[in-house]
Nanobody
Framework: QVQLVESGGGLVQPGGSLRLSCAASGSIFTIYGMGWYRQAPGKQRELVATITSGGNTNYVDSVKGRFTISRDNAKNTVYLQMNSLKPEDTAVYYC???????????????????WGQGTLVTVSS
């Protein structure tokens, strides 16, 4: 089993910054892609940013130039640095990871799509 735990959310004024962290733990063999999603009230969950194990990144257009995703593979942790925050960034942010975990002796590995519990980011004056 794999667990992802997000932290770093909170209340920030427009133009401010926050750094989100997401640490993966459990029976992990390797983690492929990692990413951040967000869900605003009344909205569908939206992909914000992704990063491959090799460090290639992608961002939704609305956060390009403001957000930076990074990862520390040794710590199984992904980060989202959020600068120049806007009220429309207000959402619950979820961490996601594509995980190859250790399986049983008969099925040695298991592919998992792991999700964190979410951390609330509120951008407001």
């Amino acid at each position: 089993q794999v667990q992802l735990v997000e932290s770093g959310g909170g209340l920030v004024q427009p133009g401010g910054s926050l750094r989100l962290s997401c640490a993966a733990s459990g029976s992990i063999f390797t983690i492929y892609g990692m990413g951040w999603y967000r869900q605003a009230p009344g909205k569908q969950r939206e992909l914000v940013a992704t990063i491959t194990s090799g460090g290639n990144t992608n961002y939704v257009d609305s956060v390009k130039g403001r957000f930076t995703i990074s990862r520390d593979n040794a710590k199984n942790t992904v980060y989202l640095q959020m600068n120049s925050l806007k009220p429309e960034d207000t959402a619950v942010y979820y961490c996601n990871a594509e995980v190859m975990g250790y399986g049983s002796s008969s099925s040695r590995f298991v592919a998992l799509d792991a999700w964190g519990q979410g951390t609330l980011v509120t951008v407001s004056s």
